[in-house]
C-alpha cells in the first residue's frame, strides 16, 4: 500500500463572508497554526453591542495542539480579539516589531499578563512546532505588515495578509500549495495610489494655510502620521497629538522607531495656544466620525484641552467606512458650521486605501502562481470577484475554494476537498459580558428600540384570586405619557375588563391571565396608535 | 415720505442643513406661497420612527393667508408630507401632470378627499392670489421637474427644484431678485453624466446576456424606467414589473404618457415563466436595500411571485443614499451567494446621478444672474460650499444668504435682512402617531435598546408601610436570564437590603425608596456587567 500524501488543513474561524474579525487555522502534522484574531465592529442590529469576536469553540477544544498565533499586522480586526482568545488558550503569539508592541499595549490595557509574544522580523523564518514559517514584509497602511508562509510537508501555504503593492514587490514563492490573498478591494479597477499622493498633497495645503491645521486619521494609520509630520515640519509647524489611541500609537511606533519625529517638533497639547496659529498642526482620531473622538468632541466644543477657531484648517484623511458615512458627514456638518475650513474625501486626495485594487491582485496570483486558491477577507461579493478573478487568469475552477467561516478544508498536492464544518460564529461582547447577550436579548432590545415598552402591573390575593391592587400601568419609550393620559386610562379600564372576564370564567392559571391581558392590550393600542409596544404583564401574590 | 419699496419674505421650513423634507413659503404683498412639501427619512437614532415631516406650526397659525403649495417634483423629499401637511391646512396644489398624478394617489392612500389639485404645464404661467406664478421645465430623474418663479411686486423669486443641465438647458430669467438653487453635489468636480450613458450600459448588458435580467432602481426615476423598457423591446424582451410602488409609478406614469411601453411588451408577473429566461426583464424596487422590498425578498426567497434562478442577472441601478451602503450591501453578498450574476455600481456604469455637478451649479449661476442667491437643498457643508460658489462666481458676499430652517428673510430690490426666526423643526411619524413622540421617548428607546431593562415590582401594605410581597425581579434584553440566575439572585437580595435599610430609617416615602433602589442596583449591575439597563422600580399598594 502507498504512503498516504501529506496533507494540510485549512480552517477559516473568521474573515469570510465580512472584513473583520479575521482568524484561519492551519492544521498541519496535528500541529494548529491560527493566522491573525481580530475583531469586528457590531452591525446595527446589535444593539448596545461593544465589538463582535470569533467563535473560539474549536480552539478550545484542541488547545493542545495550538503552537502558536501568528500576527499579519497590528490592525483592529487583525489582533482586536486577542485578549479573549488568550484568557481561553494561552498560547505563544508571533508577530513583527511593531503589530507586537502594539498588541503589548493591548494585553497590559486588558491586565494579561503570562503571554510569551515574540518578535520576528520579516524576511526571517524560524521553525515553529514541526513546521517553518516565515514572515514576508508587504506593503500596507501600517508599518511592518507581512504575509506569512508556513512550510508544511504538504507544501507551502502562503497567506497574503492586507497588502498593496506599492514601491516594493513582494518577492515571489516558489511553489506554493494554497494562496490565501485579500479581497477587500477586488471590484476596483486598476491600482491602488500611493501614499505619496497623499503627501503631496498635504504639502499643497499645508504651504497655503496660514490658520491651524488639524488632521484628522486612523490611529493606525503610521505612515499617514509620518507624512503629517513631514509635512508640518518642512512648513515649520509644531506638531500635537490628541486622543488616547492616537497618541499610543505614536509612542509605541516612536519608541520603536517606526515613526521619525525631529527633535523639538512634539509639543504638549496645553502648550499649543503658546505658538502662533500658522506654527501648529494637531493629529488626532475620529476620522469615521466616533462619537467620544477627540475630532467628535472638537467639532462640538467639549473637547477638554483644545477648542476649534474659526479660519482653522481641518483634513480627514480617511474614507468612511461601510456604516460610518453618516455619522462621518454629521461631524463635517458640525465643523462647517464652526466656520472651519474643512477639507474632506470629496475635496481633495487625502486618502488612499491600503488594500490591493484589481490590477495588484492579478500581479500577486501571477508572483505567486500557487497551485491552489481560497479568496479570503471580503464580503461574500468579494470573494466571488476575486475567485472569478483567479479563473480568468487561467487558474482551473476546481483549484478554486470558496471557504467559508467554519470551513475544513484538506488539501494535499493533488488536491482539495471539504471535510464536516467545525463550529464558527460571532460572539457578542457587551460590557463586561462575552458571550451572553445572544439571540433573544438582541430581539427584545429591538422591540423595546422601535416602539418602547408598556408594564402592566396588578397584585393578587392567594387565598381568593382576586385583583386587590391595580392594575397600574407604566410605560416608557411608547407615547409621551402625559399627552396621552386619555390613551392610557382607556389601557387601564381594557385590563381590568380581562381581569373580569377571567373572574367570571375562573381562570385563575397565571400564564393564561397574562396572555390574555397583553393580546388584549396589545390589538387595542395597535388599533389606537399602530404600534406594537412590548407589553410585560406582571402579577404579584400575597 | 417716500413709499416703502416692495418687499418679499422667504422663510424655509425644511431642506436647510439637511436633504429632504424640502419646504419653503414665499411671502408676498400678505400671501403665503409654499414650495414643496417633503419627508425625509429618519436618522438611526430616531428609533422607531417611521418618517420625519417639518414642523408646520407657521402653517397652521397663518392659514388664512397660504394660496397653495407649488410643487417642484414628484419625489417624496418635495412631495411627502402633503397628506400631513394638507389634513392641517387645506390649501391648494399646484404641479405638472406627472407630479400631480403622483400625488392623486399618495392623498388616495392616506384617505384624503376635498383637495383641489392643480395641474400645469411647464412653460405656463397663472396668477395664483397677486402673484404671477411660472412652472419652468428642468432635467431631473423624474419626468416633469420643474423650477418655479414667482413674480412678486419685489421682483421674481426663483427656486430652482432639484435639477441637472443635461441636453435641455432652462431659459434663463430676465431680472431675478432672488435665486434659490439646490446644492446636494456642489462637492462633486465637473458634470454629471448624461442618463444616456446608463442607457449605453443597459445596451451593453442585455446584448451579451442569455439569462433573465431583474433591474432594480428607484421607482420615481421614470428616465431610468423608460430605458431598462427601451433596451428590453430592442432585445425583444419581455416586461415585468414588481413591487408596490413600482407598479403604481409604472402605472401613473404610463397612463399620463411620460413612460412609453411598446403594445404587448408588459407581461404580468405570474406570466414569467410562460417565456424562455432571454425574453424576459423584471424591473423592481429594492435599489436601497430595504428590508421589504421586492430585491431583498428575491434575494431571501421570499417572494411570493418570483423566484431568482442561478445565472440570473441582477442590476442594482442606483448608488446607495448615504445610510444606506450596508443594507445594500448586505442584499448584493445574499444575490451572490445565491449563484446570480450581480452587477451593481461598483462594477458597472449603471447609474448616474439626477443633480447638477459644480459646472453645472456655475452654469445655471451665469444663466439666472441674480440680485441674491441663497443655497438650499443641502446639508450644511453643501450650502456653505455653494455659497463659496457663487462668491467664486463674483457675487458679492453681502448678496449671499445662508438660511436655516425657520429663518425669516426679507428682501427688497436693495438688499436682504434676517428677521426673528420662526418656528420651524422636526415632526415625527410613528404609526399613527404625528409628533407625540419626542426627546424623551426616544431618549427611553435608545436607553432600552443598549441595555435593557430590569423591573422591580413590590407589594407595600398601606397601614403598616411593610413590603407584603416582592420584591421580584423582571428583565428584558438585559442577559440571558437562565443563564444568570445568580446575578438576578443577588440583584434581589440587594433590593431587599435597600428596603431593610428604609424601614429601619422610617423611609416611607416613595419616591425616595425607589430613587434608593434604582441607584442601589444600578451600581451593583455595572460593577458586575459594565451594563446600564433601564431601572423600573414599581410599587403597588394595598
Redesign the interface.
Known sequence: MAKPLPKVKIIPLGGL?EIGKNMTVVESRGELFIIDSGLIFP??EM??IDIVIPDISFLKKNKERIRGILLTHGHEDHIGALPYVLREVNVPVYGTRLTMGLVEYKLKEHGLKNVKLNVIATGESLMIGKSKVEFIAVNHSIPDASAIAIHTDAGIVFHSGDFKIDHTPIIGKKGVLLMMCESTNV??EGYSMSERTVGATFDDIFMSTKSRIIVATFASNVHRIQQIVNAASKFKRKVCVSGRSMVNVVRVAQELGYLKIPKNCLIDIKDVNKYPDNKIAIITTGSQGEAMSALSRLSSASHRQLELKPKDTVIISATPI??N??SV?RV??AL??KGVN?IYD??ADIHVSGHACKEELKFMHALIKPKFFMPVHG???HL?LHAQLASEMGMKDKNIFMGHNGAVLEFNRNGGRFLPNVQAGKILV????VG???N???R??????????I?I???MSKETGLI???P?I?S?????VR??EKLMDEAKRNVKRVLDNCEKNNITDWTTIKTQVRESISSYLYE????NP?I?P?I???
Open positions: 463572508d452591525e446595527d444593539l448596545g471590484a476596483r461601510p456604516g458615512e453618516k458627514s463635517v456638518n462647517f458650521k474643512v470629496e475635496l464580503e461574500f461579493r466571488k457587551d460590557g463586561l459580558g451572553d447577550v445572544g433573544i436579548v438582541l427584545d432590545r429591538k422591540h423595546l428600540s422601535e416602539d418602547g415598552l408594564v402591573v396588578m397584585t386587590v391592587s391595580g397600574d407604566v416608557r419609550g411608547f407615547v409621551y399627552e396621552s389606537k396608535t399602530k404600534r412590548m410585560l406582571i404579584m401574590e400575597i
